[in-house]
């Protein structure tokens, strides 16, 4: 799975410490990332208002819309195992696919919850912002590999999957802005949608352009 960064750097310039940093990074956000999957479905799995607060009336979106997330979380690192695009083409694309018909079940359900959401503005705003970020990454990641381009196909899938993980970010950086003994506002949870996939985003744009990368891997 430390292919994913590692793509973005010259073959054979990645060290073994480098090489142990991404797998114990991965490891971790797997960890974290299997912590948020089991505390959703210990919630949900519960089928009462009492579990589901303001969801109860928009389950059925909210059921749509855990699924597809899921198997977006789930199917994503299966995506990025190293070798499986070159030894195993045919599973790299038909859980490419699952993971793509994942993320559009999630995305058409996230709609059904923003229209019906009782939340301010600002954050069906972020909402909405995050599910157009998670279409237009995927779909570059698709387009490049249509086009044959493996190295765009790559960025960009690994763009949105970091996109996908915003919900686990935002899990992450409301508690940390809690403990920090600020209130969360409604705009502050705006703010805090907006920063779970722009930020690693745009870290992961930095990495890929950083001036000792080669001109190929750094386009786009
Ligand atoms: C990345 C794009 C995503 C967008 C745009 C998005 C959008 C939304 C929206 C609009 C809501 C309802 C908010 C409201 O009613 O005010 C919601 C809730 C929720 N979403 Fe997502 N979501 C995304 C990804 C995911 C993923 C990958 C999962 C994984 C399972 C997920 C799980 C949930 C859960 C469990 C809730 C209920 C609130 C909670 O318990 O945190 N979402 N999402």
Redesign the pocket.
Known sequence: MSDVFESAVPAGGASGARRLGWWVLWLLLAAISLHF?FK?LG??GQLDPEHYT??WS?RGW?WL??GG??L??VLGPVQFLSRWPRARPRLHRWSGRFYFGGMLL??AA?VG??A????PLA??LA??A??LA?LVTALVAMRGIRRGDVARHRRWMTRAYL??L??VSF?LLLPAWIALGNAPSPDVIAVLLWVS?ALPVSLHVVWVNWPRRSPVMAAG
């Open positions: 999957l959703v919630q949900y303001m969801y928009r909210l819309h855990i997330g899921v977006g979380i999630a995305c996230a919850l923003i019906t959401s009782p939340a954050i069906t909402f909405a995050t599910a998670w996109v996908t915003a919900p899990r996939w």
